[in-house]
């Protein structure tokens, strides 16, 4: 590890591969079938063994399903698409490599659905539970004028004979007692129009692979469903199919002060780089150190643009940091390498690719002409 460059977004294999089988295991015990939702992890050079243990991937438009189409090949493997709004030059090429196309709206359902089962797709359909389980900000989608999905008010008495499943995404990083609760709101509302439906998405956000995240709830209340509406349960986790198997490696440029604040600049941007961190917000895990206070030495960590609030957190240390000394922040392999950006130039982490040998090998490093080529 310490021959890769700096920054670099570096993957675990065998850490994902022990998601990939928690996963399998739910799916293997229960009939549902498990996507990724490459919107949190599309690292494509791993998609052959996500394969292996998935039972497909969805996606968010038409680059995401073409990744999807091209890289994650194998016998039965699934390719669904949901987006808030589907672009007429876009949809026919989305619909003929998509076998599952859900649809935000009444109108983009009315408007594109003779497209996609002329394509021989399964046509979906959104619902909004109106539900929320979590502190509102912007993961809520259920929050009180939301844009995601048909609300139960605008529901028509019966829906088109042609739509063949139900789909809500409700959840973020959340356990499965949200799901129980988000899955009681979608019965008392939409739960009538299931009868007869082949499917049944209960969206992403479940931390199915968290410590400590209860799988028998998971399993209980996706056998119900199952059972009570004899449809086929899919589930379309991002985070946790990642989760915890990557990490971001960052080199210390430059210590300066300011009154009582030590800020080590390193050649990593939560601007650029972990966009989350100032999004969520949150303070991501970092080796080998504390939190402000608990070591010795405390550090602001900030990237080197000229944003001011360029800030990744505060943490502490056993000794004082030096230039040119390597930190390792971890449960990096979601999110972060799909948000990536380049603003002040800023250059982008190469990939990097840890065997279940231990043998680090870069994928992809990144350059000028990356930055250049999006620009004119």
């Known amino acids: 590890m310490d021959a890769l460059p700096t ?40 998609y052959p063994l996500v394969g292996r243990y998935l039972s497909g991937a969805v996606a968010s438009g038409l680059h995401e399903a073409r990744l999807a189409h091209e890289e994650m090949v194998g016998a039965g493997l699934e390719n669904h698409v949901f987006s808030a709004a589907y672009r007429a030059d876009e949809f026919g090429q989305i619909a003929d ?23 021989g797709c399964s046509v979906g359909l959104r619902v909004n539970p109106q539900c929320s389980t979590q502190d509102g900000g912007m993961y809520d989608a259920c929050a009180p004028g939301s844009r995601m999905g048909v609300t139960r008010e605008q529901f028509p008495d019966t829906l088109p004979a042609y739509v063949e499943g139900l789909h809500f995404h409700t959840l973020c990083e959340q356990n499965a007692d949200a799901l129980l609760t988000t899955v009681a709101a979608f019965e008392a509302a939409f739960g009538g129009f299931l009868p007869g439906m082949k499917w049944l998405n209960l969206g992403g956000g479940h931390h199915i ?28 986790p991002g985070e946790a199919v990642a989760l915890g198997a990557g990490f971001l490696l960052t080199t210390v440029l430059d210590v300066v002060r300011n009154g009582d604040v030590a800020t ?13 961190v100032l999004e969520m917000p949150y303070r991501p895990p970092l080796q080998s150190s504390g939190q402000p206070g608990e070591k010795v030495h405390t550090y602001r960590l900030a990237g080197p643009t000229c944003l001011s609030g ?53 994928l992809k490093t990144f350059g000028y002409d990356d930055f250049k080529g999006r620009l004119s």
Request: hydrophobic share 45%.
């Open 7 to 46: 920054p670099c977004f570096l993957v675990d294999e065998a850490l994902l591969e022990r998601n990939l089988r928690t996963l399998r295991g739910v799916m293997e015990r229960t009939g549902c079938k498990i996507l990724l939702a490459q919107k949190a992890f599309s690292m494509y050079a791993l």
């Open 97 to 119: 490599i998509c076998g599952h196309v859900v649809f935000n709206s009444l109108s983009q359902l009315e408007r594109f659905a003779p497209t996609a089962l002329a394509a």
């Open 209 to 236: 692979t968290r410590a400590d995240y209860d799988i028998p709830a998971l399993e209980a209340c996706v056998t119900r469903l199952r059972d009570k509406y004899g449809v086929q349960i899919y589930l379309e």
């Open 264 to 276: 080590a600049i390193l050649d990593t941007s939560a601007a650029c780089h972990m966009p989350d």
């Open 310 to 362: 360029d800030v990744i957190g505060d943490y502490s240390f056993d000794a004082p940091l030096q230039v040119g000394e390597r930190l390792v922040f971890e449960d990096m392999a979601i999110y972060s390498m799909v948000k990536t950006n380049t603003f002040n130039g800023m250059g982008l982490p190469a990939l990097a690719l840890r065997n279940t040998q231990g043998k680090c090998s870069v």
